[in-house]
């Protein structure tokens, strides 16, 4: 089972591949509440010297960061953060990283349980002050609990208590200058309360006291946020899913033979054990680390890795990875990569940090928010000065609508009701604005949707890359390994000298093929290994994908350039194909065969025809991607006419086929493709694919592909199957679809309840937003955006896989 390379991983941690003169720093940073603050911590970043880009995603509370080689490290960033007022510290990405991820799992379910006691704190104050206010709708009087100094003893208890880590950031935020969600609570639950406090302390001020409210907003926003931060860590369910199935412990034994199984291990734990030791694993136990069965037989279930529930037989001589479950039977594994090295432990880094390359349409958002509290704050200062100077001089009579039930216990005159009517309605615009709601719109529902990808085996890089695939019209196909099996085989030997037979044939493309893995290869190798023909001995190896190889084979005792290639890869080199060859040859390319050949010298001494059967459900996801209305087109460096055999069998039109194409031509038509206005996304799996899938607006590669395409492509499709490519387009789209509702939401709901909480309808309809009011509704918000990109999960209808469907 090949692990994702290394490079892959580090690919995937930043939103564009950075340079190589580009270091790439993670850091974990709490404290953030809201767009405002991820904001903040961007623009502190970017301020330091050295520093190229830095990315920060609210949900996952991390910062990646693009610098200068060797100016920075993580810690040096770390205390930058710290000091702007997010406590932050470096993320390993190495040797330690999923640990770094299980402790912030750990960390959250922590956070969770001290916000469940906040909350329940601040309920049972609010209960109390509920039992205060029994008398204003004439039911009974309860003594004491009535008393405004209890009610200030209750609004005191709930600022220092419970609601304290809010009042204190946002303070914290004021003081530098970068006010936050928290500071817009704090700022009116405190005025609220001074206010009052004042009221309380001078009676002969004639203002109301409404304790009450600071008790009741508080208390709803950490009811909301409670249910936001449960919702958010629901959201990460497949993250910290694919984290819980690490292995703890691992059971070595000595050197296994197949009789030896069962014999008695030493358990360790997981990341002591090395590559090339033994482990046991019984039935119903997680495979410790990836790596080869020597001994056993049974069913493993590898649902979490492929996205198919059906558990698969292994037998000795087969993969397994890490976290896979064991179910039927006692195997003995040979470990070939623990630690980072094993693919779970790839596969969580990739959805880990594919959310910090962040979508366009969040940073549009991101912005928005950025700016977001100085307007609210500005627009609360606007509205007490209008309402004290204009409005409630020219509408008198809206004052009642907005006194509070603790009015009935002052006489309040008209200079005091103005004062405080004016700043109820500030405190409500700063209460009810929430930056919360777009800050939480993209994040929300790319976590979601990335974390559904990897239960179904579709890694995707990022939020940019979902976004990119939901605009899709024009699906491009390669040939070998992607639309057909690759697994060839060779079909036909022909021998054009005397001198030479098809053995001697096949000896010499073997030992020219000998360093490469291209599908081709690995049939001419396999048909000299069934024959037992022995490979030369060889130096001066050349290749250029797409056309050929060339090398210098001891022949006969004599060091002689051998070719094998294409037509054009040995008129290249000087040797000419006569006619009657091609014409030989036509009809086997025309049957859907690649033909290969191989001069030696600059002799033409034959030729080998290689056969690669289509994938089972190639025609049918051909079939599904034009019924959605997307353009597919095949895209091959084979010859026209094995091209045209295999569109064929596609039904594929011949003007939608580029046959005998380079990399470099491959690059130049999908240029032409988004020239003319498509966006395009590239499946490919070979070496000679890279350039390609690295130009294409989206590139898809099987997890099988060699190491440099999946290093390069945005989509990995681990179950190496091609339905997988419209399932993740259904889930690109379902989770796009699910941003523009959150967006739409929270830019409707401020543009509604702003003006709503200024008092907009005081004069028409006598109706207006009580601080507390603006805080349940603000809380309300927060929590909608993360339970609509919750639903995704019901939402999403993925495409059927074949034998379910295609």
Not at 15 to 26: F, M
Request: proline residues 5%; aromatic residues 4%.
């Amino acid at each position: 089972m090949p692990v994702l390379p290394q490079s892959a991983r580090e690919r995937s941690l930043s939103p564009s591949s950075a340079p190589a003169t580009h270091d790439t720093l993670v850091l974990n940073v709490q404290g953030m509440m809201c767009a405002g603050c991820v904001r903040t911590v961007e623009k502190r970043l970017t301020q330091v010297e050295g520093v190229v880009a830095a990315t920060v995603n609210l949900v996952t509370e991390v910062a990646v960061v693009e610098a200068e080689s060797g100016r920075l490290t993580p810690a040096d960033l770390a205390a930058v953060v710290t000091e702007a007022g997010f406590p932050t510290t470096p993320r390993a990405i190495d040797s330690d990283g999923v640990n770094d991820l299980k402790a912030w799992v750990d960390r959250k379910r922590e956070e969770q349980r001290q916000q469940s006691q906040r909350l329940a704190l601040a309920l049972g104050l609010l209960g109390l002050s509920t039992l205060g206010h029994l008398k204003h709708f004439g039911w009974f009087t309860v003594p004491i609990f009535s008393d405004l100094w209890f009610h200030g003893l209750l609004a005191t208890a709930t600022l220092i208590g419970p609601a304290r880590d809010i009042v204190v950031d946002g303070w914290q935020g004021l003081r530098r200058l970068a006010p936050t969600m928290n500071t817009l609570v704090a700022l009116g639950s405190g005025s609220a309360y001074l206010a009052s406090l004042a009221a309380l302390a001078f009676p002969g001020l004639g203002w109301e006291c409404f304790f009450d409210e600071p008790v009741m907003l508080l208390s709803f926003i950490l009811l909301g946020r409670t249910l936001e931060q449960r919702a958010r860590f629901r959201a990460a369910d497949a993250l910290r899913s694919l984290v819980e199935l690490q292995p703890s412990v691992a059971r070595l034994i000595a050197d296994p033979s197949t009789s030896e199984v069962a014999q008695a291990g030493v358990e360790v734990p997981a990341s002591y054990v090395q590559p090339g030791e033994w482990v046991q694993v019984l039935p119903g136990e997680k495979i410790p680390a990836d790596g080869v069965i020597v001994a056993g037989q049974s069913t493993v279930d590898e649902a979490m890795l492929t996205g198919e529930s059906i558990p698969v037989l292994k037998q000795p001589g087969d993969s397994v990875a890490a976290g896979t479950l064991n179910q039927t039977g006692a195997i003995a594994v040979q470990v070939t990569g623990t630690g980072q090295n094993t693919l779970l432990a790839q596969m969580i880094h990739l959805v880990d940090t594919a959310q910090s390359r962040k979508a366009p349409i969040q940073r549009l958002a991101d912005n928005i928010s950025g700016y977001f509290t100085y307007g609210v704050l500005s627009l609360a200062v606007l509205t007490f000065l209008f309402w004290y100077f204009i409005g409630l001089p020219r509408w008198p009579e809206v004052m009642s609508a907005t006194l509070g039930m603790a009015a009935m216990d002052h006489a309040i005159t008209a200079t005091s009701s103005t004062v405080l009517v004016s700043l109820k309605l500030a405190i409500a615009v700063m209460v009810v604005a929430c930056p919360c709601a777009l800050g939480l719109a993209t994040p929300t529902a790319i976590l979601v949707g990335a974390g559904l990808g990897a239960e179904r085996g579709l890694l995707i890089r990022g939020g940019d890359r979902i976004e990119a695939l939901g605009q899709v019209d024009t699906v491009v196909f390669d040939k070998t390994g992607t639309l057909t099996l690759g697994q060839p085989r060779v079909t036909a030997i022909e021998a054009l000298v005397s001198s030479r037979s098809p053995s001697d044939i096949l000896q010499l493309a073997a030992t020219v093929e000998s360093g490469t893995q291209h599908p081709l290869a690995v049939a001419i190798q396999a048909a000299a290994q069934a024959d037992a023909l022995p490979l030369l001995p060889a130096d001066h190896f050349i290749t250029e994908p797409g056309l050929g190889v060339v090398a210098t084979v001891t022949w006969q005792g004599t060091p002689t350039p051998c070719i094998l290639g294409n037509p054009t890869w040995l008129q290249q080199q000087d040797i000419t194909i006569p006619e009657s060859v091609l014409a030989a040859v036509e009809a086997l390319e025309q049957n859907g065969q690649t033909v290969v050949y191989l001069g030696l010298g600059q002799t033409l001494v034959g030729y080998l025809a290689i056969a690669d059967s289509l994938r089972p459900e190639a025609a049918a996801v051909v079939q599904q991607l034009q019924e959605r209305g997307l353009a597919v087109y095949l895209l091959s460096g084979d010859r026209s006419a094995v091209a045209q055999a295999i569109a064929a069998q596609l039904h594929l039109p011949a003007d939608q086929v580029m046959a005998e194409a380079s990399p470099q031509a491959k690059v130049a038509a999908l240029q032409a493709l988004q020239a003319d206005g498509h966006t395009v996304a590239l499946v490919g799996d070979g070496l000679n694919d890279a350039p390609a899938l690295a130009q294409a607006d989206v590139g898809v590669s099987l997890q099988s592909s060699t190491d440099i395409a999946v290093d390069t492509a945005d989509v990995i499709l681990m179950a190496n199957h091609l339905s997988g490519l419209l399932e993740t387009l259904d889930l690109s789209r379902a989770t796009v679809g699910k941003i523009r509702q959150n967006l739409t939401w929270a830019f409707a709901y401020n543009l509604i309840t702003i003006p709503l909480a200024a008092g907009v309808l005081l004069p028409s309809f006598g109706t207006s937003l009580s601080p507390a009011a603006a805080g349940g509704l603000m809380a309300f918000s927060s929590v909608t955006v993360v339970v609509n990109s919750l639903l995704l999960r019901r939402s999403f209808q993925p495409s059927s896989r074949s034998g379910k469907g295609l």
